[in-house]
């Protein structure tokens, strides 16, 4: 469990985020079997936190490269990684600008739900990989299992307009899905796992205030509504976590599919 945490603010919920998935992070390294001297691609890297754990992990003698098609992201990444060995590009990770068997691990860090074509991503993965080399992508899991995800699920049924967008968190909710994704692309030895943390909250209105200021895709999403429909949003999310304990604290499960295979 974690300690309560007490934020407020777009930009305290954007770090919020990035602390809480950086708790899957190892779990999705190791997937990779990333290994000293090892190249490494982290593709949809967003802010760069798997990057840097993988940067510590291949020391000195491997070589990181992290790209995002968001050029908002790559550049608050390059905030983050600054002064670090690692390499910062714009690319699509449907169509990656490497040649065949360049590196020794690719990850993606809840990424690839957000591709349109997530097959076509993986096989791109493959092929950028060396013979025997590995790639481990983590997704989200259930709109009830994740973060901030479950407010964007109840958004899209209460705006079905914004239920495309939106439901794009969960399109590899299944783990089979994501294994037959794997498989298809011609990965071996693929294997899919789960993993769950518990975040604390000091309140219901520490966990929402962020949403209503527009953090995350869920946030930009709500701000957007009209006020009689963010406020049914807010109230339909508030019973759904009801606190668990007299002092008003919330307890959020979060929990991600880790998929691997090996070329």
């Known amino acids: 469990m974690s300690e309560p945490i007490y934020a407020g603010g777009a930009v305290g919920y954007d770090e919020l985020m990035g602390r809480a998935t950086r708790l899957f992070i190892p779990t999705l390294l190791r997937a990779a079997h990333l290994a ?24 000195v003698s491997g070589s990181v490269t992290a790209g995002d098609i968001s050029a908002t992201m790559l550049d608050a990444a390059r905030r983050n990684l600054q002064g670090l060995p690692i390499v910062l590009e714009t690319f699509d990770g449907h169509e990656l600008p490497y040649p ?17 074509d997530p097959a076509g991503g993986l096989s791109e ?18 709109p009830e299992r ?7 699920a109840v958004i899209a ?10 439901n794009r968190f969960f399109s590899l909710k299944d783990p089979g899905r994501l294994r037959s994704l794997l498989e298809r692309a011609g990965f071996q030895d693929v ?11 000091a309140s219901f209105d520490a966990y929402f205030s962020g949403i209503e200021k527009g953090a995350t895709l869920s946030g930009q999403e709500y701000v957007q509504l ?12 508030r019973r759904d976590l009801a606190p668990r304990t007299g002092d008003g604290s919330l307890w959020v499960e979060m929990e991600i599919h880790i998929g691997s295979g090996r070329r």
Do not use: N, Y
């Open 36 to 59: 000293p001297g090892h190249r490494v691609l982290d593709v949809a890297t967003g802010t760069g936190a798997a990057a840097q754990a993988a940067a510590e992990l291949v020391g």
């Open 146 to 152: 994740t973060l901030f995800g479950r407010v964007g």
């Open 125 to 142: 993965f493959r092929r950028v990989l060396r013979d025997g080399g590995w790639t481990a992508v983590s997704v989200s899991s259930a």
């Open 226 to 237: 009209a006020p009689d429909v963010r406020h049914a949003v807010r109230e339909e999310v």
């Open 157 to 166: 049924r209460h705006a079905p307009e914004k239920a495309e967008k939106l």
């Open 100 to 116: 065949d068997r360049q590196f020794d691990s690719v990850v993606c860090q809840l990424g690839l739900m957000f591709f349109s």
């Open 191 to 201: 294997r899919v796992e789960s993993e769950s943390r518990t975040i604390a909250f």
